[in-house]
């Protein structure tokens, strides 16, 4: 198990940069892949970018060049840099664990913290 607290969420202009921070109640080193999530309002939660083990990353196609997803292993902490924002970035962000469990996995999830875009 993991508990997850996100924090850095805020009110920016569009064009500005925040960075989330999603810190782990345990080690991350061993879990299988962390990531940041979003949902807006009446909209369905959305992958956003994916850091598994190896350092693999993945990124949705609409914050591809603006957002950079990276850990800190020895802080136990998953970071979302996100620059450029746009009015349509706005939503709650979720930090995401997903940690196997025998032949499936596991997802844990913070409490998410709110990014609100103005044009």
């Known amino acids: 198990q993991v508990h997850l607290v996100e924090s850095g969420g805020g009110l920016v202009q569009a064009g500005g940069s925040l960075r989330l921070s999603c810190a782990a109640s345990?080690?991350?080193?061993?879990?299988?892949?962390m990531g940041w999530y979003r949902q807006a309002p009446g909209k369905q939660r959305e992958l956003v970018a994916i850091?598994?083990?190896?350092?693999?990353?993945n990124y949705a196609d609409f914050v591809k060049g603006r957002f950079t997803i990276s850990r800190d292993n020895a802080k136990n902490t998953v970071y979302l840099q996100m620059n450029s924002l746009k009015p349509e970035d706005t939503a709650v962000y979720y930090c995401?664990?997903?940690?196997?469990?025998?032949?499936?996995?596991?997802?844990?999830w913070g409490q998410g913290t709110q990014v609100t875009v103005s044009s």
């Open positions: 345990r080690s991350i080193f061993s879990i299988s892949a």
């Open positions: 850091l598994a083990s190896g350092s693999v990353t």
């Open positions: 995401n664990a997903r940690i196997a469990v025998g032949v499936g996995f596991a997802d844990y």
